[in-house]
């Protein structure tokens, strides 16, 4: 057993409290981890050739599964080392990590708490996810969004799927501005609210707290692109290890 694999399984037996378990007679190292309530799987070690997974030789491999929901943030993984489509998952929404040090134990960490996430009963969601950073649209041609924290540090907004109160809100501000221009604390979800109009629904708000502003050049349209290959921002997803390291350092 690898230093990497015991960290793995004692970072998930301490922080889910989920032991191994080995199924497959088989294949008798793979290693499954379930949900107490739902008994789906949130993460599946294995040890498999490289070459299936992509890598030059036949040398096995340690590795695992585990499942991503963003798309987006799928194909940005796979475009980096140690990092495949799910070996023998839905490769839509699930990704393979390599165990052998590419990937830094943190960012396998954050993966697992993820796929913990993703693959969670509502009743254990409401009780487990921890804070996540999200990056949300705001269209100028809907809302002034850039005065709107001129009068006020809390403002309303349209809750997107899956945010939830303490989760941090960058906003993205479209065309002409196309730039990061806010980073926002969730304090409140799930207000009320009906509205429809041409290409705008909204069902429910959430509340967001100003944190801090970035100047319209630092995190522009073009800069998400060449650097953090986010090519389009059409509705609330999360975000890169590497951007979000960006968002806090900039000065």
């Known amino acids: 057993m ?18 191994a378990e080995y199924p497959w007679m ?23 050739s490289g070459s299936k997974l992509g890598l030059d030789g036949d040398d096995p491999v340690e590795a695992l599964n585990l499942k991503i929901a963003d798309p987006l943030f799928m194909d940005l993984l796979c475009r980096q080392d140690g990092y495949s489509r799910g070996y023998h998952m839905g490769k839509s929404s699930w990704i393979t990590v390599l165990l052998d040090g590419t990937v830094p134990f943190e960012n396998i960490c954050a993966h697992i708490d993820e796929s913990y996430v993703n693959t969670a009963s509502k009743t254990e969601l409401n009780k487990i996810r921890p804070p996540k950073e999200w990056l949300v649209p705001a269209n100028p041609k809907y809302y002034d969004i850039e005065h709107a924290f001129d009068s006020a540090s809390e403002i309303n907004w349209k809750q997107g799927a899956g945010i939830k109160t303490g989760d941090t809100v960058y906003m993205y501000v479209g065309a002409p501005v196309s730039a990061i221009l806010y980073k926002c604390k969730v304090t409140e979800t799930g207000i009320p609210f009906r509205y429809a109009v041409t290409n705008l629904n909204i069902s429910a708000l959430m509340k967001i707290k100003l944190i801090r502003r970035y100047k319209p050049d630092s995190f522009t349209f073009e ?24 968002l806090k350092k900039q000065k």
Request: charged share 30%; proline share 5%.
């Open 223 to 246: 800069k998400l692109k060449n650097d953090y290959s986010i090519f389009a921002v059409r509705g609330p997803r999360g975000i890169p290890h590497s951007l979000s390291e960006a």
């Open 2 to 19: 690898s230093s990497l694999k015991n960290d793995v399984f004692d970072y998930i037996k301490k922080k889910y409290r989920s032991d």
């Open 26 to 48: 088989r294949f008798p190292e793979y290693a499954v981890f379930r949900h107490d309530d739902n008994k789906k799987w949130f993460a599946l070690y294995m040890i498999v």
